[in-house]
């Protein structure tokens, strides 16, 4: 029987990986996941197993945090190891985080087969961890899982196999469609007293963000305008938390009213929170697709995105994070919010579906 190893570390993982893992159930493949611990809280990691019905993993590797190249490095060592002992016909890593690097270079030093799912996608600013990943991972995978058009674009640019690479849709809408039914048990409005559309969520996590006193205090100053007219839920990342608490800035933080920070929360309370939003503020990648596709207009805080479907036929605005372009953009969306013009392509919620429709008719075929 073919063995297939697919390697989920950080929060996004966990939404690209569990539809491929219930598309494999039952199949003729023996499908193992290996956790490498990248993120390690529960409710940015564990609670989406349970709230997506995501096997709990067969290996944990517990590396942690640490510099990107003491993190890469870990898992690097750990992965081996693994490799090793099971010696997969294909192993799948997904997104840019430095888990999907470390263990696709691991896997093709080892002559493995790499997968490697939501390929192609680019902000063209290298000063993003991410973006290094991305173009590293797709520059040695050997099959190419690609999540919108501009991704076809960038992998031809870069001479990536024609043959190999497979325009399949969104494994994350997958999990956001399979969800939808489940957020209604969510009780998170009533538990931070919300109503529907007079919120607005935000997320900060990049280094570009939240690294930096001055960055940080000018959200502090946007937090203050917008709690004027809106409560703002804030689920706090442990980075942005730890450089709140070094720059002596989460007391003043914590004083904003109308201000709710709150841990990170589960995967169904996120998205219950984002679908019922007034908008979304953030800097991260895949909020871009899932406010797209509920249909909420979202400020992407960032010079560049890698999601450019997002801004073509979504919701997704992208702004320079100071602060007069920030107050500008927030004053045009509450008078005329961003619709969206249609659904990408091939988000319809059976991308893993053709995943691995592909892996055993073209990848698997003959192991």
């Known amino acids: 029987m073919s063995k297939i190893i697919s390697v989920v570390g950080a929060r996004p993982n966990f939404m690209k990986v569990a539809p491929i893992a219930r598309a494999l159930?039952?199949?003729i493949y023996e499908h193992l996941i290996v956790h490498t611990g990248q993120h390690y809280d529960y409710n940015l990691s564990d609670s989406f197993f349970v709230d997506l019905e995501l096997p709990k993993p067969d290996y944990f590797l517990g590396v942690g945090s640490g510099s990107h190249s003491e993190q890469t490095a870990k898992i690097m060592v750990e992965f081996e190891k693994i490799l090793i002992k099971e010696q997969p016909n294909l192993v799948i890593v997904v997104g840019d985080v430095n888990s999907t690097i470390a263990c696709g270079l691991t896997s093709v030093k080892m002559g493995?087969?790499?997968?490697?799912?939501?390929?192609?996608?680019?902000?063209?600013?290298?000063?993003?961890?991410?973006e290094v990943n991305r173009i590293a991972t797709d520059s040695i995978a050997d099959y190419f899982f690609v999540t919108e058009e501009s991704g076809l674009i960038n992998l031809k640019k870069m001479g990536a196999d024609e043959n190999n690479t497979f325009f399949v849709g969104n494994t994350m809408i997958d999990s956001l469609i399979f969800a939808l039914p489940k957020i209604v048990q969510s009780k998170i409005l009533e538990r931070l007293n919300l109503t529907k559309k007079n919120f607005v969520l935000t997320t900060l996590h990049r280094p570009s963000n939240v690294d930096n006193y001055e960055k940080l205090s000018m959200f502090l100053d946007i937090f203050n305008y917008i709690s004027q007219f809106a409560k703002i839920v804030l689920p706090i990342h442990p980075r942005t938390r730890k450089n709140?608490?070094?720059f002596g800035l989460i007391e003043k933080f914590e004083q904003i009213s109308n201000l709710i920070i709150t841990e990170p929360l589960s995967y169904l309370d996120f998205i219950r929170l984002m679908q019922d939003s007034k908008f979304v503020m953030t800097d991260s990648g895949g909020i871009q697709e899932e406010s797209t596709f509920l249909d909420v207009p979202c400020l992407t805080l960032r010079n560049s995105t890698e999601r450019p479907i997002t801004i073509e036929l979504g919701t997704n605005l992208?702004?320079?994070?100071?602060?007069?372009?920030?107050?500008?953009s927030i004053s045009s969306v509450l008078e005329n919010p961003t619709k969206r013009i249609s659904i990408p392509?091939?988000?319809d919620g059976h991308s893993a579906e053709r995943i691995v429709n592909i892996i055993q008719e073209k990848i698997l075929k003959f192991t």
Request: aromatic share 8%; proline share 8%.
């Open 25 to 27: 159930t039952n199949h």
């Open 112 to 130: 493995i087969k790499l997968a490697h799912i939501e390929a192609g996608l680019r902000s063209f600013d290298k000063s993003m961890p991410e």
């Open 244 to 246: 709140l608490i070094e």
């Open 318 to 328: 992208l702004i320079n994070p100071e602060y007069t372009n920030i107050v500008k």
């Open 345 to 347: 392509p091939l988000w």
